[in-house]
């Protein structure tokens, strides 16, 4: 391989890496990357490295000198490879499980190497039409109708808070000139199940975290609409505008399904904006026998969901749909003189839709996830998730020290152990200390969350690599775990 920085005669090389240096390195890490997706097994899930370890097998400073590519990979490998968590790993459970998969993979390359910033539509004609036509496909195997208009973010976080920007523009349209220090005071209602990014976008929107009421959940975790009824009212009753209600469809503790039919019908009577937050569950949409829990979304204002979640494309990649987007717009654009442009007012401009300006060209991936397997082979990738969710619950089920927490209406499944004789915190401690166990073999991964007030084991299936064995051996693996701890447990 070349030496680094200097070419043959001794001349400096000030520009990129030769052509043929990057053809030999490139198919050595292409080599590696299909190595890697079939044998990620060899590894463990979850990295077995303590807070600093990586840190401190780094240098102090950056390399003054270029160095060799050979021994950048080299190092690649023995010193951050031991740092990563598996998420492409088949047993890899935790939070919402997702796959990097071989087509969104080859899309991210190449999005790297065009190298282009879709801020307005000259400065990415294609990445700003591929991401519109593809987002246009995807709304139609979602049953959205057509008034929805998406747009790429990298996260829910970031979708959210744009669409509950577009509600504030919508309720107080003075906000956007004069802030809303001093002035009236909104509200934004969600499910005490609701993802934190809501409250987050509520603090960063100026209407702080007293700015979103939770509203109470029934048994199974879903929205109470009379509740919701409630809150609305005795806001209006103290002089409070309703601004938006946030309904989420497969909560992160559980993927419970808020009913969005009534809400959207509470929405509609008291003038609020529907935000539907469905960033894991949205996907699956897409399989007919799923799209029940979905009733209603179709009258909300706005949808976020993930396609980095749940349709097997590379981390980052969210979609805001927005059945108002002159409203999205109307809460951000705002054109300096350099950005300006001809065909402004005949074409879209992605920047308009939210905060960033620049924007990775995002589509190009989820449109080689969409060509690749097609709408029926996502269909039954998404199908078999589900029932592969539902063939681990029945091993929770059969066991009577086991118990499943919540229903499994996608494919995550909730269960903790129940110790004999326990007290509710003696339990939550022996699920607490099963836990770290599991995760301690490397062999499987898994989360936990609080439901009840009650530390809940979480198991979220969504690798396109996972098989029943992954789920029998992750099952002996949480039942010997369990073995361990209750014995040890009882001797004390
Ligand atoms: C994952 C998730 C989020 C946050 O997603 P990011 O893309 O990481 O910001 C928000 N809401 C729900 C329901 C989620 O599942």
Do not use: C, K, Y
């Given at each position: 391989m070349t030496v680094e920085g200097l070419e043959g005669n001794g001349r400096q090389n000030l520009g990129d890496m030769p052509p043929e240096e990057f053809h030999a390195v490139a198919s050595e890490v292409i080599e590696w990357v299909a190595r890697y997706l079939d044998q990620v097994e060899d590894y463990p899930v979850l990295a077995q490295v303590r807070p600093g370890d990586i840190r401190s097998r780094l240098p102090l400073s950056a390399p003054e000198r270029g160095e060799s590519f050979d021994r950048i990979l080299s190092d690649f490998q023995k010193v951050i490879l031991p740092g990563i968590t598996h998420w492409n790993h088949p047993s890899f459970h935790g939070y919402f499980a997702v796959t990097g998969s071989g087509p969104g993979i080859l899309g991210e390359i190449l999005t790297a190497a065009l190298?282009?910033?879709?801020?307005?539509w000259r400065s990415s004609p294609a990445g700003t039409e591929l991401e519109q036509h593809t987002l246009d496909w995807i709304r139609d195997l979602l049953g959205l109708p057509d008034a929805f208009q998406g747009v790429i973010n990298d996260t829910a976080s970031h979708s959210s808070l744009y669409a509950l920007a577009a509600a504030r523009e919508w309720a107080f349209p003075e906000a956007r000139e004069v802030?809303?220090?001093?002035?009236p005071r909104g509200r934004i209602y969600a499910s005490?199940?609701?993802?934190s990014s809501i409250e987050k976008a509520a603090l960063t929107l100026g209407l702080?975290?007293?700015g979103v009421k939770k509203i109470e959940a029934d048994e199974a975790y879903r929205m109470r609409p009379d509740a919701l009824r409630a809150a609305i009212l005795e806001d209006l009753a103290d002089g409070i505008r309703p601004v938006a209600v946030v309904a989420t469809?497969?909560?992160?503790?559980?993927s419970s399904v808020d009913p969005v039919d009534s809400i959207a019908d509470l929405a509609k009577e008291f003038g609020l904006w529907l935000h539907v937050d469905a960033a894991y569950a949205g996907s699956s949409a897409i399989v007919p026998e799923l799209r029940?829990?979905?009733?209603?979304?179709?009258?909300?204002?706005s949808v976020v969901f993930n396609p980095h979640k749940w349709l097997f494309t590379p981390v980052d990649c969210s979609v805001l749909y927005c059945s108002r987007p002159d409203v999205l717009r109307g809460a951000f654009s705002l054109t300096p003189e350099y950005l300006r442009t001809q065909e402004e007012g005949s074409v879209r401009n992605l920047m308009d839709h939210g905060v960033a300006l620049g924007r990775r060209f995002r589509a190009l991936k989820l449109w080689f996830v969409l060509r690749y397997f097609g709408a029926s082979g996502i269909r039954d990738r998404i199908r078999e998730h589900v029932r592969l969710a539902r063939y681990f619950a029945a091993h929770v089920e059969a066991n009577p020290n086991w118990v499943r927490t919540a229903p499994v209406p996608f494919s995550t499944v909730t269960f903790r152990y129940l110790g004999e004789d326990l007290t509710g915190e003696e339990e939550d401690a022996l699920n607490e200390e099963l836990l770290e166990r599991v995760n301690a073999t490397g062999e499987a991964f898994l989360s936990h969350t609080r439901l009840g007030g009650r530390i809940t084991l979480r198991l979220s299936i969504g690798n396109l690599r996972t098989r029943e064995e992954h789920l029998d051996r992750t099952w002996q693996i949480l039942e010997r775990a369990a073995r361990e701890v209750d014995e040890r447990a009882l001797v004390q």
């Open positions: 190298n282009v910033n879709a801020m307005v802030g809303l220090g001093g002035g005490t199940e609701a993802h702080g975290r007293q469809v497969g909560t992160t503790s559980s029940p829990h979905f009733r209603g979304w179709e009258r909300s204002d």
